[in-house]
């Protein structure tokens, strides 16, 4: 299996949980800025430590990036994961047909 793919699997296995892809989408909502991990426990109602788990399976996965900013964990989508993902999943859309494929280009090409 190509390393590409390897990682696509490893990506989508983390969001193919129900939590994950929650944090995930909250996280890509949050924009640069991110959120502090004990605002995702809270926004998600799952327990600190929990989310702990799942915020380091995304940030295995390359979706997610952390910084820690004194006592507290701070957590962003990592964009570049993102769009190399969905890049990944586009990247034979349509046997490269223009008409076929517009509308997924544009969302792949998100933040680019």
Sequence with gaps: ????QL????ALQ???HETRLSVFRLLV??????LMAGEIAQACSVPASTMSHHLGNLERA???T???ESRVIRYR???GGMRGLLAFLMEDCCQGDPFLCADFSEIAACNS
């Design 29 to 34: 909502k949050a924009g640069p800025d991110g």
């Design 1 to 4: 299996m190509h390393r590409d």
């Design 14 to 16: 983390a969001l193919g």
């Design 77 to 79: 989508a990592d964009y």
């Design 66 to 68: 952390s910084q820690r």
């Design 7 to 10: 990682w696509a699997v490893d």
């Design 62 to 64: 390359g979706l997610a």
